[in-house]
């Protein structure tokens, strides 16, 4: 699976954006799909997926409340839109895919990796 998320920018803080990850090379309903985010100097870390069997939303803490996942299945597109945005939300996010058709929160699932693209939040 190709993936290509875009979306990132400069926001302040309480601000929102948008990102998107178009993806390529298998049928969409054929894996899961994922948001993970790196910070300066920090690891990487999950951001939100969907529950396969469910096809609900599951998310990080960190981010519960403020963070939406959606999908387009029609576009092979995975979105997720981030609202009251903090300069803790600061990273470089991923969109990710599982080896499977499954879902997860571990990153060590996850054999697909876009590029990321940069999301900075100042206060």
């Known amino acids: 699976v190709q993936l290509q998320a875009s979306g990132g920018g400069a926001v302040q803080v309480g601000g929102s954006l948008r990102l998107s990850c178009t993806t390529s090379?298998?049928?969409?309903?054929?894996?899961?799909v994922g948001w993970f985010r790196q910070a300066p100097g920090k690891e990487r870390e999950f951001v939100a997926t969907f529950r396969w069997s469910e096809d609900s939303a599951y998310y990080a803490d960190s981010v519960k409340g403020r963070f939406t996942i959606s999908r387009d299945n029609a576009k092979n597109t995975l979105y997720l839109q981030m609202n009251n945005l903090t300069p803790g939300d600061t990273a470089v996010y991923y969109c990710?895919?599982?080896?499977?058709?499954?879902?997860?929160?571990?990153?060590?699932?996850?054999?697909?990796w876009g590029p990321g693209t940069l999301v900075t939040v100042s206060s």
């Open positions: 990710a895919a599982t080896r499977g058709a499954f879902w997860s929160a571990e990153e060590r699932y996850y054999g697909s």
């Open positions: 090379g298998r049928a969409f309903s054929d894996y899961g």
